[in-house]
């Protein structure tokens, strides 16, 4: 079968719930083909695979006779030539996206709150990787006209904010926190949530909290007032 532009070999395996898992190989004639069970689709360009692979259970039928599968994780597929699979492993991807058809955004949060912000090209192999300390794990992502920026909103609270300028060209990570009020955008969109953290403790931004935010090129603003400072993010 056809997953993007690989011709790939495709077996099933039952599951004890009635379902099926499907595991490929991709590669099959060559010295080192990937194995891998799960699920997969095409990038933006079409001339990759963004692959989700789990673990097949134990005693199945593809590991037994075709081989092991590869590692749980997210992979970036791309062909060698016209029978080889170029299978760079990316690992764990939380909240992800890609940014103007070229560029992979992926967040995800560790258990101790330190927050990584991916910027992955599928093209060089270039996995650029932010570092921020946050109270949260869950962001609401907000992007700039052609992805020239993209703003990371605390999802419950929204007071931190993390914002990625030029993702596709030159990434730069910088956040700020709008309960500083430190400017007329970050006091106006900290006072949007002022009624629910006095009735219910927190502030879940509503979907049309996020029509007042705007972009000047890459700097947002709520409400036309500029917010920030943006300062580089902290690790202690």
Same mark, same amino acid.
């Given at each position: 079968?056809?997953?993007?532009?690989?011709?790939?070999?495709?077996?099933?395996?039952?599951?004890?719930?009635?379902?099926?898992?499907?595991?490929?190989?991709?590669?099959?004639?060559?010295?080192?083909?990937?194995?891998?069970?799960?699920?997969?689709?095409?990038?933006?360009?079409?001339?990759?695979?963004?692959?989700?692979?789990?673990?097949?259970?134990?005693?199945?039928?593809?590991?037994?006779?075709?081989?092991?599968?590869?590692?749980?994780?997210?992979?970036?597929?791309?062909?060698?030539?016209?029978?080889?699979?170029?299978?760079?492993?990316?690992?764990?991807?939380?909240?992800?996206?890609?940014?103007?058809?070229?560029?992979?955004?992926?967040?995800?949060?560790?258990?101790?709150?330190?927050?990584?912000?991916?910027?992955?090209?599928?093209?060089?192999?270039?996995?650029?990787?932010? +570092?921020?300390?946050?109270?949260?794990?869950?962001?609401?992502?907000?992007?700039?006209?052609?992805?020239?920026?993209?703003?990371?909103?605390?999802?419950?609270?929204?007071?931190?904010?993390?914002?990625?300028?030029?993702?596709? +060209?030159?990434?730069?990570?910088?956040?700020?926190?709008?309960?500083?009020?430190?400017?007329?955008?970050?006091?106006?969109?900290?006072?949007?949530?002022?009624?629910?953290?006095?009735?219910?403790?927190?502030?879940?931004?509503?979907?049309?909290?996020?029509?007042?935010?705007?972009?000047?090129?890459?700097?947002?603003?709520?409400?036309?007032?500029?917010?920030?400072?943006?300062? +580089?993010?902290?690790?202690?």
């Amino acid at each position: 079968m056809t997953v993007g532009p690989f011709n790939a070999d495709r077996y099933e395996i039952p599951l004890a719930d009635g379902t099926k898992m499907f595991c490929y190989v991709f590669g099959a004639d060559t010295n080192q083909p990937a194995r891998l069970c799960g699920d997969g689709g095409p990038t933006p360009d079409h001339v990759g695979v963004l692959f989700s692979a789990v673990v097949p259970p134990d005693g199945n039928e593809f590991s037994d006779k075709v081989g092991p599968a590869m590692a749980p994780g997210y992979y970036l597929l791309k062909p060698i030539g016209s029978t080889r699979c170029d299978a760079w492993f990316l690992g764990k991807l939380g909240t992800r996206e890609w940014l103007a058809d070229k560029r992979l955004l992926a967040v995800d949060t560790t258990p101790d709150h330190v927050t990584h912000v991916r910027v992955i090209d599928p093209v060089t192999r270039a996995d650029r990787t932010f +570092e921020a300390r946050t109270t949260t794990s869950e962001f609401v992502l907000v992007r700039a006209p052609n992805d020239v920026a993209v703003m990371l909103v605390q999802k419950n609270g929204g007071e931190e904010i993390l914002l990625l300028e030029n993702p596709v +060209e030159n990434p730069l990570l910088t956040v700020t926190n709008v309960s500083e009020g430190k400017s007329a955008g970050n006091r106006k969109l900290y006072a949007a949530g002022s009624v629910d953290r006095i009735r219910h403790g927190v502030f879940q931004p509503p979907t049309g909290f996020f029509g007042h935010i705007t972009w000047s090129g890459t700097k947002p603003q709520y409400d036309g007032a500029p917010l920030g400072p943006f300062e +580089e993010p902290r690790l202690n």
